[in-house]
């Protein structure tokens, strides 16, 4: 099964998507996601200029030789940019082949290790009684498992508040919009919505939290220590990662779960966190670190220490990455939780999809592939639009994580 074209599909249903369509002689074709929030042009160009030449005329059944290929073959490996093309075309491939077989994903990868995926939502407010609020609609939809964020009185756009839709989008501006950060007060707040959060909904409801890369590890070990009586599922990110040392510090004062990986791009990233039980979770994702292959590997490494998995579903990630992890999700027998930020009706027409939401679970579907396909006519009628996801300042002016 040879493959005969290949092509960059660019489309901004409300925020943009890059999609790699690989098309065979025998007529299957299979997509893979490769969006990169504010950096989606550059993967496009990766993939048009450099990746697709090279695809034209191999043979499509061989996923891992095309893999490793690309990887080892461009010389330069690793980084975003790269390993989401990879993943695009990995994803694609495990697609046809997925056809090919006349299967679900799942199926290939080994079969079922559960009957439904556990999600978890977002929910967020302007201040600590309005994220009180949402969490109680999400649970009213049906979710077990909730991710909690709230403004901070004083700190202006605090990370993970959207404007107040079920559609919240932080790449908002054709240049970064500045926020502005305070640890002290962070510190001081995020506590108390948790405690608030348990006195209303009990101590069986799943709460999570997202403390994107803001603090120190020291920092991170109190935070971590001060949450401990309400319970967290994990605490997210919530020290840079380049140092994977640093969770060192973190793990010694505490025993919230920790969850980390959604910019990791390969299991170098996470090979020291995961052999050294630093973390709980790892959230590594099909799009960003390299495909179903490169992913299976970070699983099959993480499930030798009880590292579970718990992938990043934010809605920059296409329901094309969606649609893959569920049937990845299904299969993988150290899965911990899946992400699931709503796409907006429009992306969804754009991406007609068989995965289903049911009572806090997602379902992966029953079709031959991964069960998500591209509408392209419609695809069209979004063209792409820069945007930039914002960036975070201390009050004196000095950058900070976002
Ligand atoms: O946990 C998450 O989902 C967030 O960290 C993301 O929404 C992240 O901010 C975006 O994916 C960035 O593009």
Partial sequence: MKIRDARVIITCPG???????????????GIGDATLNGRELAVASYLT????????????????????FLYRGAYWRRGPVTMSAIAAVDT???????????MP???LLGGRSRDRVLVYGHANGADIEQTVDQVGAYKDMGYRAIRA??????????????????????ADGTLPTETLWSTPAYLNHAPKLF????????????????????????????????????????????????????????????????????????????????QNQLIDYIRTTVVHAGGI????????LASLYQVRTGSHGATDLSPVCMGAALHFDSWVPNFGIQEYMRHTPETDEVFPHDYRFEDGYLFAGEKPGHGVDLDEKLAAKYEYEPKQLPIARLADGTLWNW
């Fill in 92 to 102: 694609a491939l495990w697609d046809i082949k997925a056809k090919a077989a006349g």
């Fill in 49 to 68: 200029d450099h990746v697709v030449p090279n695809l034209i005329g191999r043979d499509a059944q061989r996923i891992e030789d095309i893999w490793q």
């Fill in 293 to 300: 292959t490169h992913l299976r590997r970070i699983a099959d």
């Fill in 195 to 274: 405690e608030r959060l348990r006195d209303v909904y009990g101590p069986d409801i799943e709460l999570l939290h997202d403390v994107h890369h803001r603090l120190t590890p020291i920092e991170a070990g109190r935070l971590g220590k001060a949450l401990e009586p309400y319970r967290l599922f994990w605490m997210e990110d919530s020290t840079p990662a380049e140092n994977q040392e640093a969770f060192r510090l973190i793990r010694q004062h505490t025993v919230t779960p920790l969850a980390v990986g959604e910019i990791f791009n390969t299991i170098w990233d996470c090979r020291e966190l995961i």
């Fill in 149 to 170: 964020q709230s403004g901070i009185p004083g700190v202006k756009g605090a990370y993970g508040v959207g404007k107040g839709d079920l559609y919240y989008e932080p």
């Fill in 15 to 29: 925020r943009n998507f890059v999609t790699l369509k690989i098309e065979t002689d025998q007529g299957i074709y």
């Fill in 105 to 107: 994903l799942y199926q």
